[in-house]
């Protein structure tokens, strides 16, 4: 067994601005702007940020639903990067996703029982109706729906019901790897529970691995191994999860995690948001992409972007300085 | 009963009820059927024996005594004998709109089934592909809308000639623009839907996505407009063959029944009265019921 699944290089995906006549290329939205990370097999992923930091479209150009525009993708030991039509159909079968909306993401003139074994049939996967029937009742059963519900309308389920529709049909396929792109987030929070727990039941019983993208932190922490924290279209850490909550070691990440509201009168003064919005992803800022918004810059941050450094073992930083947050002091310069 | 037929079974039942409920769409569906049914059954009412000669000439009721032909029944007007009375030839009116409802349908059927042909493969085919194929449909739905429709049908009728296939085809020919840029703006929304963007994930490939899921999903603001045109259609045509454009003053249809009856508007009104009322009433039905669909459709009156 390959110990990273994935591992993703270099990664770019610049869309396009074209405007007047010809459409000729004015500028480029850097969504995702140089990422590097790999993924280990049978682990939870997970990829917290602000909203329009690139998460989604990182998610997405990684099982190649957008093709990139730069950077490569390889999966257990193979390059996909450059992968196209039926060979790439091969590794679309092994990597799926779940998206946001469950309202959304199902076809409303299809059956759930159709549109779970329409991918079987895409790729081949069943001989005949009734043994894709018989399959597709399996996964309505294994994500804890009645198998009776096989031919409901979408529009029949509510939200949690839809996003395990939507799991029973990217499992369909028996996918190795699966993105979950803020699967919970717009479901009730007892809902949230309940699917969070199929999800992590479900990796266990098939030998899943998942990217789980999220911007909540209370559920990245329940779900995740390690976490990679984006913002602006860059990863500034990456370390496990545990070692995210507890060290963080980049300001960005400090401040996301003391914007998070604690169910505790007396702490509210701990509750800090961070000034200012996210710089537009169009006009990048020079140097370190945080510095406008953060208490720490000096004029290196400005000169010069920091790199992902490794500055305790598998903790990674962008920042040019070890700060010490407790008593909001630069230990020391960290780049060369 | 399994689930999959109680589903549908229910989905139909709701359809069904929210077209019971109003009064006017059910008249506007009674009047529809009413036509199509008129329409199909037409020879069987006005001498069946001699309607299957096609050629349109024998149509026209020259020496065809079905219609009743004879100068002694010359503007008779109405009641007993002929309940609509006959025309300036002695043909009896009734018997003459009995045939040319089904005529109207037909160029009517005929012209809304090409269009909605065309413009659904030229509209989903441009707005899914997008780039220069839509840019070049597009260019050229724009060069037939600007020309006025009528207009544009009455140059081809007198180039080509007045013959029922031209009226049809010059009629399509300013009808099928709409339904392209109707289906382009459907499908164009419809493909930025999440669900697509899901279909790609699970590997369907462009035409599975294109005429599995978006045309099906796409299809009902057609089917609507399909069926109020249906009823603009005739009025077009008889519009047309009103103002001189049909084959022969003395074909049977709607519009030209109603032309040649105008000339004695005042010594036999009837002649001019009941082939407009045909046409009124039959554009209405389908405009009542295309209406009515258009409710059944619209998700903002479902659940």
């Known amino acids: 067994m390959v110990e990273n699944l994935i591992e993703v290089k270099d990664l770019y995906k610049w869309f396009p601005i074209r405007s007047g006549l010809l459409g000729r290329v004015k500028n480029y939205v850097r969504a995702v702007d140089g990422v590097s990370f790999s993924i280990k097999t049978g682990e939870t992923f997970g990829v917290v940020g602000e909203s329009g930091c690139g998460k989604t479209t990182l998610g997405r150009t990684v099982i190649k639903l957008t093709e990139p525009t730069s950077g490569s993708i390889i999966y257990s030991g193979r390059d996909i990067t450059k992968l196209k039509g039926r060979k790439m159909k091969e590794y679309k079968k092994k990597m799926q996703i779940v998206f946001q909306d469950p309202y959304a993401s199902l076809d409303p003139r299809q059956t759930i029982g159709s549109a779970i074994m329409e991918p079987m049939f895409i790729h081949g996967l069943v001989r005949d109706r009734k043994e894709a029937r018989s399959k597709a009742e399996f996964l309505l059963e294994q994500v804890g729906l009645n198998p009776d519900h096989f031919s409901r309308f979408p529009h029949e389920f509510s939200g949690g019901q839809r996003q395990r529709v939507a799991i029973a049909r990217a499992l369909s396929l028996n996918p190795e790897f699966i993105v979950l792109d803020e699967p919970t987030s717009s479901l009730d929070v007892s809902v949230q529970a309940q699917i969070l727990n199929l999800l992590s039941s479900l990796r266990r019983k098939l030998n899943l691995t998942y990217m789980f993208i999220s911007h909540n932190l209370a559920v990245i922490r329940q779900m995740c191994q390690r976490t990679a924290v984006m913002y602006l279209g860059r990863i500034v850490e990456i370390a496990e999860t545990s070692r995210i909550f507890e060290n963080p070691k980049h300001p960005y990440t400090v401040a996301l995690l003391k914007s998070v509201p604690l169910p505790d009168p007396k702490k509210r003064k701990m509750l800090v948001s961070l000034e200012g919005d996210v710089p537009s992803p169009v006009n990048v800022p020079s140097g370190c992409r945080f510095r406008a918004r953060c208490k720490y810059a000096t004029e290196l941050c400005a000169d010069k972007a920091p790199e992902l450094i490794e500055i305790e073992k598998d903790h990674w930083v962008e920042c040019h300085y070890d700060i010490d947050f407790s008593r909001e002091a630069k230990v020391n310069t960290i780049t060369a | ?303």
């Open chain 2, 1 to 303: 009963m399994n689930q999959a037929q109680s589903s549908r079974f229910q989905e139909a039942r709701y359809a069904f009820y929210l077209f019971r409920r109003n009064p006017v769409v059910l008249a506007g569906a009674i009047i529809s059927m009413a036509a199509l049914i008129l329409s199909i059954l037409s020879p069987y009412i006005v001498n069946p024996s001699l309607w299957r000669i096609t050629d349109l000439t024998k149509r026209l009721c020259w020496n065809n005594h079905m219609i009743n032909w004879g100068i002694r029944n010359v503007f008779d007007c109405g009641g007993s004998t002929y309940i609509l009375g006959t025309d300036s030839y002695g043909r009896d009116l009734l018997k003459m709109i009995i045939i040319a409802i089904p005529l109207d349908m037909q160029i009517s059927l005929e012209v809304v089934f090409s269009a909605v042909l065309i413009g659904v493969v030229f509209g989903s085919v441009a707005a899914y592909a997008g780039g220069i194929i839509d840019e070049f449909v597009l260019r050229i739905t724009d060069i037939f809308l600007a020309v006025p429709g009528i207009l544009l049908a009455i140059v081809m009728m007198v180039i080509l000639g007045r013959t029922i296939p031209i009226l049809t085809f010059a009629v399509l020919v300013t009808w099928w623009p709409t339904y392209v840029r109707l289906m382009r703006s459907q499908v164009l929304s419809e493909k930025e839907k999440p669900y697509v963007e899901s279909l790609k994930a699970i590997g369907a490939g462009r035409f599975r996505i294109l005429f599995r899921h978006i045309i099906p999903n796409s299809i009902y603001p057609i089917i609507v407009q399909a069926t109020l045109d249906i009823g603009s259609v005739i009025l077009t045509v008889s519009a047309l063959t009103f103002i001189g454009l049909t084959p022969s003053p003395l074909l049977p249809e709607l519009g030209t029944l109603a032309s040649s009856g105008a000339q004695y508007v005042f010594t036999a009104p009837w002649l001019t009265i009941f082939p407009g009322l045909a046409i009124l009433i039959i554009s209405l039905g389908f405009n009542l019921l295309g209406d009515g669909i258009r409710d059944v459709f619209d998700p903002r009156l479902r659940r």
